[in-house]
């Protein structure tokens, strides 16, 4: 019964180098959700997608980053040209049904030097 | 983006005391779900609370969808060391995303 996988756990990115970040839902689960989590501080949305198609991305950032959940594998968050602001845990989440229970990966932590 | 208000913001409690946190919004929800945070990890789900009212329990965990839909309630009975954590409430209406609180740091005197 696996849960929701994320990898890699810890990526260390010097600045302006490229991050992807991968998720591969729970079984049965269509619907995939980045999260952004800074130190002690709670989780902000990013964006919602489902299989080929990105559904809502209010909450990414209009430049460098971008989603993706091809038909085959796994959701990928990429962040180009890193900068140091972009340190946070990235969590991916799946759910069954839109919007409701939402299952959380372990998360990856990016760090920029 | 919209945040939950979450009370309160950290408690410090000895083992074997109960808990009692709550999340309020100024928006009506029809979905309430509560997760705990350990350090390192993801939050894991504990309680998802679908009708105004209803009132779920998982073990020692305890939690209420407000009748007001604008609050939600979670109470730990006869805490235990591992309960230490960080627990978040998150709100749900329709096919709008999910808005979080801003989190309860739960710590356990020893």
């Known amino acids: 019964n696996a849960g929701v996988m994320q990898n890699p756990r810890h990526l260390v990115r010097r600045r302006g180098q490229e991050a992807r970040l991968r998720c591969s839902p729970m079984?049965?689960?269509?619907?995939v959700y980045w999260y952004r989590q800074l130190p002690e501080e709670g989780l902000k949305f990013m964006v919602y997608l489902q299989k080929e198609n990105i559904i809502d991305e209010s909450g990414m950032p209009k430049e460098r980053f971008s989603a993706e959940f091809p038909k085959e594998g796994p959701s990928i968050l990429r962040i180009q040209q890193v900068v140091r602001g972009d340190s946070a845990a990235y969590f991916c989440?799946?759910?069954?049904?839109?919007?409701?229970?939402?299952?959380f990966g372990p998360g990856t932590r990016l760090t920029v030097t | 983006g919209q945040q939950l208000n979450q009370s309160p913001q950290s408690m410090f409690i000895q083992e074997g005391e109960d808990v009692s946190m709550n999340c309020t919004s100024s928006?009506?929800?029809?979905?309430w779900l509560w997760y705990k945070q350990d350090p390192g990890e993801g939050p894991v789900l504990l309680i998802a609370l679908y009708k105004a009212g209803e009132l779920t329990s998982n073990g020692r965990l305890t939690a209420q969808f407000g009748i007001t839909r604008k609050d939600s309630f979670l109470n730990i009975s006869a805490s235990i060391p591992s309960d230490v954590g960080i627990y978040f409430c998150a709100g749900g209406f329709g096919n709008e995303k999910l808005t979080f609180g801003t989190g309860t740091r739960l710590t356990i005197i020893p």
């Open positions: 079984k049965g689960h269509s619907h």
């Open positions: 928006s009506i929800f029809n979905t």
């Open positions: 989440a799946s759910s069954a049904t839109v919007w409701r229970e939402q299952y």
